[in-house]
């Protein structure tokens, strides 16, 4: 079983920081790509940041300059520092990895509940 929990969301004023982690654990023996998504009320699920294992990283338009993803392949653990936020952020922010179990098994992809982020103006 592997499990992705995310932490780190809240309520924050426009202008504000926030910083999301996302923690894989269970039965992992290897992480590829790590990456964090959002969706608001009424919209699809949009990729936000994306870092693959050797920590190459790709961003959206509408966050470059403003989030930043990082991970710690130690922890199994993923991070996005989001900087000057705007209320257009707001959404719930979901974890995604890229896991494989065993020496046997491909690469299957993994979801975290989710996390609210609510910027207000």
């Known amino acids: 079983q592997v499990q992705l929990v995310e932490s780190g969301g809240g309520l924050v004023q426009a202008g504000g920081s926030l910083r999301l982690s996302c923690a894989a654990s269970g039965s992992i023996r290897s992480i590829n790509a790590m990456a964090w998504y959002r969706q608001a009320p009424g919209k699809r699920r949009d990729m936000v940041a994306f870092i693959t294992s050797d920590g190459t990283t790709n961003y959206a338009d509408s966050v470059k300059g403003r989030f930043t993803v990082s991970r710690d392949n130690a922890k199994n653990t993923v991070y996005l520092q989001m900087n000057s936020l705007k209320p257009e952020d707001a959404a719930v922010y979901y974890c995604?990895?890229?896991?494989?179990?065993?020496?046997?098994?491909?690469?299957?992809?993994?979801w975290g509940q989710g996390t609210q982020v609510t910027v207000s103006s």
């Open positions: 995604y990895a890229e896991i494989s179990r065993t020496r046997y098994s491909g690469l299957n992809p993994y």
